[in-house]
Structure formats: C-alpha cells, structure tokens
C-alpha cells in the first residue's frame, strides 16, 4: 500500500522551532521528489517547500525561505521539514506529498498534522 | 508570486456539468502545460484528479476533464454527482522550481 504518515505538529510559541517528519511506504522514495504543503485554517492549499529525489536540490516558497529547511533520509523512506522563527501565521495543517516524476504534480498525499503557533 | 484566481464557489444540480476557471499569467498558467486539479473534501487531504492540464490519474471518472487557453485553465465536472460536492484547487508550474495553488473553488451539488 502506498502511503504517507506525518508527525511532529503540535503547539508552538512565536520565535520557537519544531520538526515535521514524513514517513513513505509502498513506492521508491528515494528517486522522487517530495513536497510540504500547508492549509491554515479555513483557508487554501500553500506550497511550502519541494526537494529532489536524486541530488538532494531545495527549494522554498519566498514566505518560508530563510526560516524552514526540508531534508530527507532516503535509508529512512523519510523526508523532513525544519521550522525555525516561527510566526501566528504558520500556523496551519502541513502536508507531506509526492510528486509525479516530472510532471509537477502530487499524486499521493498524507493525512496531515497540525501545526499551531501561539503564546 | 501571487496565487491563482478561481472562483470561491460554483453549483450545479445532478446530472448537470459545471466548469470552474483558473486565471493565472503567462509567468505560470499560460507559460507551462503543468496546471494540476486536486478536490478536497472536509478534513480529508486533497486528491489529485488532473495533472498536465487535461491528463487523469488512474482511478479517476472520466466525468472530470481539464483545458487550458491562454492563462486560464479550466475543470469541468459533467453528470454532476453528489460526491463531486468538495473544495477544488487548481496548481500551476510558476518557475524557478514554484508551485502556485489556487485560492480555491467550494462545489455545491444542489
């Protein structure tokens, strides 16, 4: 079964850190690129970050740039997001998703996990 | 990058179709086949239902189908179903490895 599981979310104050984590299953992580998506309450879909399968290249939406950096762990199927600064208006429910190699799109989600960032 | 205009919402009775529009630029929709659909029901993830402007992913109906001219891309959902009711995000490519969403359309099946 393919499938993506996030964990790590939770309640943080403005100015803390917290690290999400993605685990993979049921397809060849380590040659296909990875994103984090995020929704804050009532509102739409952000692209976060993406990072490539093979070497390992970042990149980030400019409202994150400089604050969260994604990596991953191919011998742990896992990719992850590290949010450092953070303000009220991350908050949000962060997704984990997998691209179609070259296409620019993301087939396979995760279920989430929410981020909250609050004195 | 600013997000891509839809429409906040669109209705439809059963059986009917409905389209809902993606207005981007020529930065991104207009510049790139790569405009993407995903249907979101409540507290669910979203679900990719058009990729490459008019391809579907095994497992989808083919009552959704998607097009593109210029810089708006566009969904249409036909024998309107009531399980189509759902939030529906367009995506494009904006370059410089940047995906733009949508701000989102709110389905109704009447």
């Known amino acids: 079964e393919v499938y993506l599981l996030e964990s790590g979310g939770g309640l943080v104050q403005p100015g803390g850190s917290l690290r999400l984590s993605c685990v993979a299953s049921?397809?060849?992580?380590?040659?296909?690129?990875m994103s984090w998506v995020r929704q804050a309450p009532g509102k739409g879909l952000e692209w976060v970050s993406s990072?490539?399968?093979?070497?390992?290249?970042?990149y980030y939406a400019d409202s994150v740039k400089g604050r969260f950096t994604i990596s991953r762990d191919n011998s742990k199927s896992t990719v992850y997001l590290q949010m450092n600064s953070l303000r009220a208006e991350d908050t949000a429910v962060y997704f984990c998703?997998?691209?179609?190699?070259?296409?620019?799109?993301?087939?396979?989600w995760g279920q989430g996990t929410m981020v909250t960032v609050s004195s | 990058q600013s997000a891509l205009t839809q429409p906040p919402s669109a209705s439809g009775s059963p059986g009917q179709s409905v389209t809902i529009s993606c207005t981007g630029t020529s930065s991104d929709v207009g510049g790139y086949n790569y405009v993407s659909w995903y249907q979101q029901h409540p507290g669910k993830a979203p679900k990719l239902m058009i990729y490459e402007v008019s391809k579907r992913p095994s497992g989808v109906p083919d009552r959704f189908s998607g097009s593109k001219s210029g810089n708006t891309a566009s969904l249409t959902v036909s024998g309107l179903q009531a399980e189509d009711e759902a939030d529906y995000y367009c995506?494009?490519?904006?370059?410089?490895?940047?995906?733009?969403f949508g701000g989102g359309t709110k389905l109704t099946v009447l």
């Open positions: 998703a997998k691209h179609i190699p070259h296409k620019k799109a993301f087939d396979i």
């Open positions: 990072i490539s399968g093979s070497s390992g290249s970042t």
């Open positions: 995506s494009s490519y904006g370059g410089s490895d940047n995906v733009l």
């Open positions: 049921g397809f060849t992580f380590s040659s296909l690129a």
